[in-house]
């Protein structure tokens, strides 16, 4: 076995913020003693790691925000047994008493009692209290910048550019293998270096321990996103490519960034952006024989006007998508794109509990939109009458979308 190069200081320091003890460091290395890491450790003046690095506070404010210790852990990137040693350390034994009006939880019948915040705010549309959630504030406005921690990260596309820029920032490890997704089947590459990039690929998330690694064959990237549960309601995805817009079928969402800002998510966990407008689309009618959620997305497209939906949030509504399964509506909002959207949400009701239950006992924090909620437009469509639509394949012009 060839003898392993002695990592550089840096390197060691980021390992021991990332894995603590020398002994996780070794099992992250791979070939290597922990006596030997801590040899290393010793001999380039890096003190044992001090397990002091949570605050009493921090766990405060975790537990009563989530009040479960496997979702506070995923937000400090440890595991569910180290979170319950840390609130125990400090004295939180009891489930927290949520006694303000912004802290009141409903239960709406989701895994493990799948809760929602009851927020003071009256006017915010899904994707506002998405946002502000994961900006850490209550309130969020339109047009406002802020910055963000993703809920997922998803490198469906180019994911060698990503990972080649993520090499060029000289930083070894991820900012949380926990929540990064790679599926090698969506990649888009020659067939004469394929094999050379998808090698790269896999190095890489077996390198860095990526929870979520899918294998060519295993099936289409967002598509697995939302069958594994690794996305859920009320939660924030982002990605490189429209087709980030699907995960609002189960009332997630799922923003496109550019590519260059992935690298800097992949390091740092955050990413700056501004918070959308937001369209209200309400649907009713009974679907008619023969037609599906395609037609129903090329008609929208072709009824709307030009800047009605562009770069917006698109929420539907209507006795019409009440009635679709998830399936149904992954093919609603992965196809907003053609609508010039940013990102497409269905609000999450019964099915999409039913569909999260069959596949995680995970708790989630649903967002749902306040009755007052003020959006940029409100479309109705009625699909009483609604025939089959085709359009020419490739085409950006809704023009060409026609009925059968």
């Not at 009332?251 to 937001?278: H, S, W």
């Not at 497209?301 to 019409?320: H, P, R, S, W």
């Not at 995680?360 to 469509?381: F, G, H, Q, S, V």
């Amino acid at each position: 076995m060839p003898r392993r190069k002695i990592p550089k200081k840096a390197e060691l320091i980021q390992l021991q913020k990332l894995y603590k003890t020398d002994e996780k460091i070794a099992e992250r290395l791979g070939n290597v003693t922990p006596q030997l890491v801590g040899y290393w450790r010793r001999k380039k003046n890096i003190p044992k790691h001090s397990f002091a690095k949570f605050s009493a506070d921090e766990i405060r404010e975790l537990w009563e925000r989530f009040g479960d210790d496997y979702r506070c852990g995923l937000e400090l990137g440890i595991s569910r047994a180290a979170f319950y040693n840390w609130r125990r350390r400090y004295g939180f034994k009891e489930k927290p008493a949520f006694l303000k009006l912004e802290q009141l939880e409903l239960n709406l019948g989701g895994p493990q009692g799948a809760k929602r915040r009851v927020s003071g705010n009256d006017n915010l549309t899904i994707a506002q209290k998405i946002l502000a959630k994961c900006a850490g504030v209550e309130k969020v406005d339109v047009n406002q910048p802020i910055e963000v921690e993703p809920d997922l990260t998803v490198l469906p596309e180019m994911a060698e550019q990503i990972i080649d820029s993520f090499g060029r920032m000289g930083l070894n490890y991820v900012w949380n293998p926990n929540r990064i997704v790679i599926s090698l089947d969506s990649l888009l590459s020659s067939a004469e270096n394929r094999g050379e990039i998808n090698k790269k690929i896999r190095d890489f998330s077996r390198r860095q321990n990526l929870r979520y690694f899918y294998e060519s064959g295993e099936g289409c990237c967002h598509q697995l996103v939302v069958e594994k549960a690794n996305i859920l309601p009320g939660q924030l995805a982002v990605g490189s490519g429209s087709r980030t817009a699907s995960y609002g079928c189960i009332g997630a969402l799922g923003l496109d960034i550019d590519k260059t800002e992935m690298a800097n998510i992949l390091a740092t966990g955050k990413i700056e952006l501004r918070v959308p407008q937001a369209v209200r689309m309400t649907i009713n009618g009974r679907i008619p024989k023969g037609v599906y959620a395609r037609d129903i997305v090329l008609f929208t497209a072709k009824n709307l006007e030009g800047e009605a939906t562009g770069d917006k949030v698109v929420e539907f509504y209507g006795t019409t998508v009440s009635q679709m399964s998830i399936s149904e509506r992954f093919t609603l909002t992965n196809m907003s794109s053609l609508m010039g959207a940013a990102a497409a949400v269905v609000p999450f009701d019964t099915i999409t509990r039913r569909y999260i239950l069959r596949r995680t006992n995970m708790p989630y924090r649903p967002a749902l939109a306040d009755r007052n909620a003020i959006y940029n437009e409100n479309y109705e469509l009625n699909i009483d009458k609604l025939t089959p639509q085709i359009s020419w394949l490739g085409s950006d012009n809704n023009r060409t979308i026609v009925p059968v």
